[in-house]
């Protein structure tokens, strides 16, 4: 039986590349597709033409499986061996008036692509999307589904592979990554951006007191907003999730993966809503420079005396020791900690933690973070796991727990 297949087609060129626009259905894509090194024996650097897969295709896979609305945009392949060929179709028609110049254009624009099976075909740009796509086949069997795929001859050769090569880096050099606030603002899917905008749309605390920046970092100039999306959306994360700031330190919460990937119902979304919202009004209450920032909605974060609360590290600090108080049942102890007010850049141990002495500037690295968390919550009674690497680093800092 003949593996051949005839796949409707576009023709174009861009550059010195001829390329050919087509549907394929995902069995014919799995089937069909290979891994570069199942390919190419040659593993030598010099002659990768496309980067390793990684475990991003997992996450693929649990797309395809619970996003009934799921699209890709078009998976471009290299294509060799074999005997491809492309045929042109005559264009005539009674119902739309064309030109001899379009009817010209539209004949050499249209036609059926056809594989005869020997080909070689790879990905050079989709390879995670192709992976994911092949374990989605194996799980499900055959699916009427297709996606897009641009077709490019790909030589077999040293030439061939610099100019495929140089392809792939140019594809990836030139895309532009969509911004983490973009993705809060926009996504439909990831529960934690889904209630990070409820939360500033819906929740009186929190409304018009959310910056909508492009990062987690706050200016010292910004008196009137409490944090940012970014920010706020990591808060709900924390929260709500298993997501840890350690290895070593594990926390209990739905499944971070799952909860970025499958939206929930929206029964689970408006439970998690009102959570969030008696869980931030409980904290806030409990400290009286918060309390009062909400009451009327102005902090000067420039002084040295102003709560860290104020700032991006100190919010993350607050919600990773709740979070480890609730685990350990010290959620009393902990905001009676933070309700005393003193986690700023004037008290003794915090100025050691957070202020390089030599240039007399603010550092605040991920170490440094996790080491107020340490520190706090062995203030508290929580003696945290530490990897090596911790130990050392606060081993620097000679601190007296009795001074926090």
């Given amino acids: 039986m003949s593996n051949s297949i005839k796949l409707p087609s576009l023709r174009g060129r861009m550059g010195d590349w001829f390329y050919y626009v087509s549907l394929l259905k995902f069995k014919e894509l799995a089937n069909r597709t290979s891994l570069v090194p199942e390919i190419h024996k040659n593993q030598e650097l010099s002659r990768w033409i496309q980067r390793e897969v990684s475990n991003r295709s997992e996450?693929?896979?649990?797309?395809?499986?619970?996003?009934?609305?799921?699209?890709?945009?078009?998976?471009?392949?290299?294509?060799?061996?074999?005997?491809?060929?492309?045929?042109?179709?005559?264009i005539e028609s009674n119902t739309i008036e064309l030109s001899e110049e379009e009817k010209i254009y539209l004949?050499?624009?249209?036609?059926?692509?056809?594989?005869?099976?020997?080909?070689?075909?790879?990905?050079?740009?989709?390879?995670?999307?192709?992976n994911a796509i092949k374990k989605f086949i194996e799980k499900k069997g055959e699916v009427e589904e297709e996606v897009?795929?641009?077709?490019?001859?790909?030589?077999?050769?040293?030439?061939?592979?610099?100019?495929?090569r140089r392809l792939f880096s140019t594809l990836n050099r030139y895309a532009v990554p969509v911004k983490i606030s973009e993705i809060i603002a926009l996504d439909e899917d990831d529960n934690g951006a889904i209630l990070t905008r409820r939360l500033m749309e819906d929740f009186d605390y929190f409304k018009e007191r959310i910056q909508f920046s492009k990062t987690r970092s706050m200016n010292q100039g910004n008196k009137s907003n409490f944090s940012n999306i970014v920010l706020l959306y990591d808060l709900v994360n924390i929260i709500l999730t298993d997501k840890s700031y350690s290895?070593?330190?594990?926390?209990?919460g739905y499944d971070h993966k799952s909860f970025v990937l499958k939206r929930k119902d929206e029964t689970t979304l408006n439970a998690d809503f009102d959570k969030l919202k008696i869980y931030f009004k409980k904290v806030f209450n409990s400290i009286p420079s918060v309390k009062k920032y909400f009451k009327n909605g102005n902090v000067n974060r420039k002084s040295n005396s102003t709560s860290l609360i104020f700032r991006p590290i100190g919010q993350m600090i607050l919600f990773y020791t709740l979070k480890i108080a609730m685990t350990h049942k010290k959620e009393v102890e902990m905001i009676e900690f933070f309700s005393k007010d003193d986690f700023h850049l004037n008290h003794k141990v915090w100025k050691?933690?957070?202020?390089?002495?030599?240039?007399?500037?603010?550092?605040?690295?991920?170490?440094r973070q996790i080491l107020a968390i340490q520190l706090i919550s062995k203030k508290i009674g929580i003696d945290l796991p530490m990897t090596n690497s911790e130990k050392s680093f606060m081993a620097n800092f000679k601190i007296d727990i009795n001074e926090i």
Avoid: M
Wanted: charged fraction near 25%.
């Fill in 352 to 367: 050691q933690v957070f202020i390089d002495h030599e240039k007399g500037t603010l550092k605040t690295d991920k170490p």
């Fill in 247 to 252: 290895k070593n330190v594990k926390f209990t």
């Fill in 59 to 90: 996450g693929i896979v649990q797309y395809l499986e619970n996003q009934p609305q799921r699209f890709f945009n078009a998976i471009i392949c290299g294509i060799y061996g074999g005997t491809p060929s492309w045929q042109e179709l005559d």
């Fill in 148 to 164: 897009t795929v641009i077709f490019l001859a790909h030589k077999d050769d040293r030439d061939g592979e610099i100019r495929t």
């Fill in 107 to 130: 004949g050499n624009t249209f036609g059926i692509l056809t594989l005869n099976g020997d080909e070689k075909i790879f990905a050079i740009d989709g390879q995670h999307r192709t």
